[in-house]
């Protein structure tokens, strides 16, 4: 059998196209991944110059160098003679099955993907979604991670807080602060707003601009009640509620001034013998 193999012939026949094509195969991957690199670079870079956030950059970026070494591998397998039909149909099934899979973490990609283009609030923000308040340390892709008033850490998917309301206390140099404090019917209301007035103009933390308010709101059951609405800078808002709150009640005392709780007066009517 060996007597009337052709080496020769071998070389021409096989040897020599399989060789090409697996030199070719290499140049093509070699050459496919140079490319794919310098067309990563240039895409990041265009998206550095448009100031997108670094996160999605690196992503996006990871993603695409991805797709385009899978395009490199199936285009030098090609040249080897592999149906890459087969693999092609392959590769987009399992795809759609991760995708269906995956359906609710594609959700938060997507969600995480518009807080980092729209930026609703950024990293130090104290913010209120997805019923969770507190202040953001981080924003990623998937998730972001809050850090509550009493110091607790919260991971929240990005789909739960951009599928609803989000409320940024941050996003605005000044807030109002909104008061309401009640006197007697019996207490002289003229005084009581006087107090009121004094007591938000002694504080150096509440803003000349816009004025604040103090007004009677509501003739209640038990109680006349003052809206009180000094504007504040937004670092201020807590430790203006919280002093504001304690003065009053001691200003009133002193000043005999009462803060009525709800109470009814039952009147009975003795019946005759």
Do not use: C
């Not at 090609?78 to 973490?105: C, E, K, P, R, Y």
């Not at 009640?225 to 937004?234: A, E, G, I, M, T």
């Amino acid at each position: 059998m060996l007597e009337n193999f052709d080496i020769n012939s071998f070389v021409d026949t096989y040897a020599l196209p399989w060789a090409i094509n697996i030199g070719l195969a290499v140049v093509i991957f070699i050459v496919g991944r140079i490319v794919a690199g310098m067309v990563v670079r240039g895409v990041a870079s265009v998206m550095k110059k448009s100031k997108m956030d670094e996160i999605l950059i690196e992503f996006l970026s990871s993603i695409l160098g991805a797709l385009l070494t899978l395009v490199v591998i199936i285009v030098a397998l090609n040249q080897l003679g592999v149906d890459t039909t087969s693999f092609i149909a392959l590769i987009g099934a399992a795809g759609l099955a991760i995708g269906l899979s995956l359906q609710s973490s594609l959700q938060n990609f997507a969600a995480g993907v518009m807080l980092i283009i729209f930026k609703p609030f950024k990293v130090g923000d104290f913010v209120e979604a997805a019923g969770v308040s507190g202040v953001v340390e981080s924003i990623s892709i998937f998730s972001s991670t809050m850090r509550t008033g009493d110091n607790r850490e919260m991971i929240i998917p990005n789909g739960s807080i951009y599928g609803g309301t989000i409320t940024n206390f941050s996003a605005k140099e000044t807030r109002r602060v909104d008061m309401i404090f009640g006197i007697g019917y019996d207490d002289d209301l003229k005084k009581a707003k006087e107090v009121l007035n004094t007591i938000i103009n002694a504080d150096e933390r509440i803003l000349k601009e816009p004025a604040p308010v103090i007004a009677v709101s509501e003739l209640a059951d038990s109680s006349v009640n003052f809206v009180v609405r000094p504007w504040v800078k937004s670092a201020d808002y807590w430790g203006v509620l919280f002093d504001i709150t304690e003065q009053v009640k001691l200003t009133f005392d002193d000043q005999n001034i009462s803060i009525p709780y709800p109470q009814m007066d039952i009147h009975m009517d003795k019946a005759d013998s």
